[in-house]
């Protein structure tokens, strides 16, 4: 079972929906969740991080994070063109040095 | 804040030399840097931990010979693809944490390094 899990996509969303993206992880410990931008040819961008159950908010974006599932989420509302990128969830373990990162998940707005 | 650079961007060489890549934590110290390669269309693979003032800790199945890490001081690591060959061609990526930053364990990352070795 791999530790961090996001299902690879590609999601197709029209533009102004909402874009729902799912990430689950298995170390129940896990205290410290991410979720990182990245776009075609360039690093990772830190969007979003959430460490206590429930909703975090942040302009388009929210993060939901439930430890008893072990569930992460992004949804990004109204969602744009310039959203369309890959999305990776990051789990910080228990006791964790290393973050560890799903293998992304492909997201496509459609003008 | 946060920044994190890397030189070069991007590195074209020929087969057998070596390349080195330089990672810097611009307006920070950065006891611990992250080096990542990531190949086409795949996920990032965490290559090794690179510690201040000590030896870099190396995932399992990196050879250590083959990729040098120094880290020398609180702002720079550098990581050295020696006798590099056409498969070594990726995209290499540092990251940083910044202690004294709002959020624990949230890491940033460079711009990273395009390697092509022909």
């Known amino acids: 079972q791999k530790e961090v899990e996001q299902n690879s996509g590609p999601l197709s969303v029209p533009e102004g929906a909402i874009a729902s993206l799912n990430c689950t992880y298995s170390d129940r410990g896990s205290q410290s969740f991410f979720w990182y931008r990245q776009y075609s040819g360039k690093s990772p961008e830190l969007i979003m991080s959430?460490?206590?159950?429930g909703d975090k908010e942040d302009g388009r974006f929210t993060a939901q994070l439930n430890k008893a599932s072990q569930y992460v989420s992004l949804l990004i509302r109204d969602s744009q063109p310039s959203d369309s990128a890959t999305y990776l969830c990051a789990v910080t373990p228990t006791g964790g040095f290393k973050t560890i990162f799903g293998a992304g998940t492909r997201l496509f707005v459609k003008a | 804040g946060a920044v994190v650079s890397q030189h070069p961007s991007r590195v074209i060489c020929k087969s057998g030399t070596s390349v080195k890549i330089e990672c810097r934590s611009l307006d920070f110290q950065a006891t611990t840097m992250f080096w990542y390669r990531q190949f086409p269309k795949q996920s990032l693979m965490l290559m090794a931990t690179?510690?201040?003032?000590?030896?870099?800790?190396?995932e399992q199945g990196v050879e250590k010979d083959k990729f040098l890490i120094n880290h020398a001081s609180l702002t720079l690591s550098t990581l050295t693809v020696t006798s590099a060959h056409p498969e070594d061609s990726s995209f290499y990526i540092c990251s940083a944490r910044d202690p004294q930053g709002r959020g624990d364990n949230e890491q940033f990352f460079g711009p990273g390094t395009r390697l092509t070795v022909l």
């Open positions: 690179s510690n201040e003032g000590s030896k870099a800790t190396y």
């Open positions: 959430i460490y206590s159950n």
